[in-house]
C-alpha cells in the first residue's frame, strides 16, 4: 500500500508558490504577446512514436527519462517531456504549413524521469516560444531578444547570462562530427563509460558532460568555429549583428551543443550561478530539419523553453497577494447584510474576505491575519442610516461611509 505522499519527484504547489508561478507564466505570456505570438495548448501526452523519432532512439531521454504507457486500445503513449515535437506535429495535423510564418506561445506541465534535485522534478513546468518558417537569422534574434526581455520584466535578468554558440548547417556539423570523433579516439582511455557509449552514437552530446575526466578532454577539443562553411559563418555573423542591434549581451560558449541532428545554427542558453548545478534557467535554439523528420513539410523553426519552477526560485522578493477588503458584521442580525454587501463588491471587482464565524474581535483578528486593507463593519446603527463604518487597517483611520457611495470610497485600495 502507497503512503499518503506525493510521488517522488512531484510536489503540491501551495498558494505562496503559486503566486511567484503565476508571475512567471503571466510576465511570459504578456511578453510573448507584444511579439505578436499567440498561445498553443498541444495534449499532455502524445503517442510515443512523436518523441522517438523526433528526440532519437538512443538519447537520453527516449532511453531513460520518458513516462510511456500502453492505454486500453493498446496504443503506446508518452506524456510529454517537452513541447517542440507537440507543437510540430501540431503544425503537420492541423495543416498549418499554408499559413507560415507561425508564432506561437505555451506553457504547461513536462515529465521526464530524472533523479530529483533542487529546480528539476519529473513534473515540472515550463513556459516558451516557437517562430516556425522564418529561415533567416532575424527569426532567431527575436526569440532571443524576447527571452532577454522577458527575463528583465520578471526582474532576474541582472543574475543570468546569454551563452551562445553555433552548430552551423548539416555540412558543417558532419565535419565537425568527423573532426571530434578523431580527437576524441585519441583520448578514449581517458573518457567516462558514459561517454565512450556517447561516441558511438552521438558524440556530440560529450561536450555536455559534467564528468571531471571528460571535462578535462574536452577542454582542449577542437572547436565548432573551425569546421564551419561560409553559409554557416555568414548566418552566425548576422545573428551576433542583430543581436548588438537589440542590445542584448552574449557570451560564446563553443562547448554548447545540441545533440540532436535537426537542430543547427543557434544554440543558446541563459544560465545562472544562483541554482547550483541546475545553472540553465532558459535553453533554445534553431530545429530546421525538425518537421520535416516528422512526416511534414521542410519547415525552418527556432525557438526555446524556459523552466518555471527555476525561475520562480530566482524572484528574489515573495510576490504579494492583493490585499482584501474585510467586511464585518458587528452582530448576528448583521451576517445576512454582510454577505448581501461582500458580493455586491466581489461583482464591482474588489476582493472581498467575509469571515464565517465569530464575535467582532475574532473577525478583526482574522482581518489582520488576512492582511486585510481596510475593513467594513456593519452595525445596527450605521445600517439604520444606510451606511457602515470603514477602518484604513494600515493608518487606523475610521469614518462612516453611505453605502450608495461605499465602492468610490473603497476604490483607493482596488
Not at 481596510?374 to 445600517?383: N, P, R, S
Amino acid at each position: 500500500m502507497s503512503s499518503l505522499k506525493p510521488v517522488r519527484g512531484t510536489h503540491d504547489i501551495l498558494p505562496e508558490e503559486s503566486l511567484r508561478r503565476r508571475l512567471v507564466e503571466k510576465t511570459a505570456d504578456e511578453v510573448a504577446a507584444r511579439y505578436g505570438y499567440g498561445e498553443i495548448s498541444t495534449p499532455l501526452f502524445e503517442f510515443t512514436d512523436v518523441f522517438a523519432r523526433t528526440l532519437g532512439g538512443s538519447s537520453d531521454i527516449v532511453t531513460k527519462e520518458m513516462y510511456t504507457f500502453e492505454d486500453r486500445s493498446g496504443d503506446s503513449i508518452t506524456l510529454r517531456p517537452e513541447n517542440t515535437a507537440g507543437v510540430a506535429r501540431a503544425l503537420i495535423s492541423n495543416g498549418l504549413a499554408q499559413q507560415l510564418p507561425l508564432k506561437f506561445f505555451y506553457r504547461g506541465p513536462m515529465f521526464r524521469y530524472e533523479r530529483p534535485q533542487k529546480g528539476r522534478l519529473r513534473q515540472f513546468h515550463q513556459v516558451g516560444v516557437e517562430l516556425l518558417g522564418v529561415a533567416q537569422p532575424l527569426a532567431d534574434v527575436e526569440v532571443i531578444a524576447m527571452a532577454a526581455q522577458f527575463l528583465q520584466a520578471l526582474g532576474v535578468g541582472g543574475k543570468t547570462t546569454l551563452e551562445l554558440n553555433t552548430l552551423g548547417d548539416g555540412e558543417s556539423r558532419g565535419a565537425y562530427r568527423e573532426t571530434l570523433v578523431e580527437y576524441l579516439l585519441g583520448r578514449k582511455g581517458e573518457l567516462s563509460k558514459e561517454s565512450l557509449e556517447r561516441l558511438e552514437r552521438n558524440p556530440l552530446r560529450i561536450l555536455d558532460s559534467k564528468d571531471p575526466g571528460d571535462r578535462a578532454v574536452i577542454k582542449d577539443a577542437p572547436d565548432m568555429a573551425d569546421s564551419l562553411n561560409d553559409l554557416s559563418k555568414r548566418f552566425f555573423d548576422e545573428l551576433l549583428e542583430g543581436l548588438e542591434t537589440a542590445k542584448v549581451a552574449y557570451v560564446l560558449n563553443p562547448r554548447l551543443v545540441r545533440g540532436l541532428d535537426y537542430y543547427c545554427h543557434s544554440a543558446f542558453e541563459f544560465t545562472t550561478q544562483e541554482l547550483g548545478a541546475q545553472g540553465t534557467v532558459l535553453a533554445g535554439g534553431r530545429y530546421d530539419g525538425l518537421i520535416k523528420q516528422m512526416g511534414g513539410p521542410p519547415t525552418p523553426g527556432t525557438g526555446w523553453a524556459a523552466g518555471v519552477e527555476r525561475l520562480a526560485m530566482l524572484i528574489a522578493e515573495p510576490v504579494e497577494r492583493r490585499r482584501p477588503i474585510a467586511v464585518i458584521p458587528v452582530a448576528p442580525g448583521q451576517a445576512a447584510p454582510a454577505l448581501a454587501l461582500a458580493q455586491q463588491l466581489r461583482q464591482a471587482g474588489f476582493t472581498v474576505d467575509l469571515g464565517y464565524s465569530g464575535n467582532m474581535g475574532k473577525r478583526m483578528k482574522r482581518a489582520n491575519k488576512v492582511n486585510a486593507c481596510a475593513a467594513v463593519m456593519l452595525g445596527e446603527d450605521e445600517l439604520s442610516r444606510d451606511a457602515a463604518r470603514v477602518r484604513d487597517m494600515d493608518s487606523g483611520e475610521q469614518r462612516e461611509e453611505p453605502l450608495a457611495s461605499l465602492e468610490d470610497h473603497l476604490a483607493r485600495y482596488n
